[in-house]
């Protein structure tokens, strides 16, 4: 059996295989965050998502405890951090619905998301004769 020192080059292999690990890690909680905070959803995603009307999605808004704008358009944007901080932390009740519910299908709405926009990247690249494979 081989002893592994801090000289020795599985050491050093070791080493470096966690540091690439430890950067891959930081770098997809970046993202991820960078994603919760630009995620923006409309009034039809929120109540979509989390099974709620309209009336409800309004009372949370006046009462001032999600954060929205409104978009040129006219229409109400919802950011994403905002409804699952809210939630979590309860000051958010879904009506029906358990917590860890509301936030599972949120997450899973964000996920759809990430989901499509890089199928639909695919497909563009597809389109313009872009090799989009793994190799």
Known sequence: MEVI???SEAFQS????????ESY???STTLSKEIDDA???S???VMEALAI???TLYR???KGIIRYRYAESGDVRYFYNS???GIKCYQIKVPAMPKEEALRRLSEFKDNIILNSYMSKDRRNDKQGRNTGPY
């Open 25 to 27: 890690i930081e770098r």
């Open 14 to 21: 070791l080493k470096e295989q966690l540091n690439r690990i």
């Open 5 to 7: 020192t801090i000289d």
């Open 53 to 55: 009307s309209e009336s």
């Open 83 to 85: 409804l699952f901080v």
């Open 43 to 45: 009034s039809k995603d």
């Open 60 to 62: 949370w808004r006046k």
């Open 39 to 41: 995620l923006e959803l």
